[in-house]
């Protein structure tokens, strides 16, 4: 999570100030415990913003107070003088945001280790299932349809379907379910694609099981988690002239 994020929260007392929560007695449960109906735009406009900026940071996992977020929403919104100075906030938000960044590398950390041993796990299992070959790098390819064209070099730009999954299942990208193939470079996809590429001809299908290693390795990308293997349907449509 960004300053910046944090910073546009200053949107938020919209929304405490059209329910006037300041007036709503709060029980220790943390529920107001009568809620007004949001029946103008504005209400609910205000109302999306802070649900909005809630999760934000409840996905982020931050550790905040609400009766001092509150406190700063009111100052921010009616122009009282801030009960913090500029080096005060600086530092705070610094200290804050190390300790944010420091939880979120320990967790990612433990997710890898996890992912590296459940991924060890399954291509020990998958190189066992009839069809499966494993190259020297450790890439596992299994064909599924066989071609007759030519075999790709590195240097040329292929046309091809593709499905890929983590080994769970879950669908991470898929040009098949967009409907539309993907070209690129031989040469500039992760390490599991260009290997598996030069391999395989015009036509041909298989199913490639890769390595951590030759994907995504120990940051993961997007959607993909750390030291994930990956598990790759891929059809080699065309070389693209």
Do not use: C
Not at 230 to 238: H, M, T
């Amino acid at each position: 999570m960004s300053r910046f994020g944090l910073l546009m929260a200053a949107l938020a007392p919209l929304y405490f100030a059209s329910l006037g929560i300041a007036q709503v007695p709060t029980p220790p449960g943390g529920q107001p415990a009568v809620r007004a109906p949001l029946t103008t735009v504005s209400q609910q406009a205000s109302y999306a913003i802070g649900l909005d900026f809630g999760q934000r940071l409840s996905r982020d996992g931050a550790a905040v107070d609400l009766e001092p977020i509150l406190r700063g929403l009111r100052d921010g919104l009616t122009g009282t003088k801030p009960e913090l100075t500029d080096e005060q906030i600086q530092g705070a938000m610094d200290k804050f945001l190390a300790a944010l960044r420091a939880k979120r590398e320990e967790e990612a950390k433990g997710a890898g280790n996890k992912n590296k041993k459940d991924g060890e796990a399954y291509l020990a299992a998958n190189l066992q299932k009839p069809g499966v070959q494993q190259t020297k790098s450790g890439l596992q390819v299994k064909s599924l349809k066989a071609g007759t064209g030519a075999s790709p070099k590195a240097t040329d730009t292929v046309k091809v379907h593709y499905h890929g999954m983590l080994i769970d299942g879950t669908v991470f990208d898929s040009s098949v379910e967009r409907k539309v193939p993907a070209e690129f470079p031989v040469n500039r996809v992760i390490p599991g694609w260009t290997e598996a590429l030069q391999l395989m001809k015009v036509g041909d299908k298989v199913q490639l099981t890769i390595p951590a290693a030759l994907a995504y390795g120990e940051e993961g990308s997007g959607p993909i988690p750390p030291n994930s293997v990956l598990v790759f349907d891929v059809e080699l449509l065309d070389i693209v002239k």
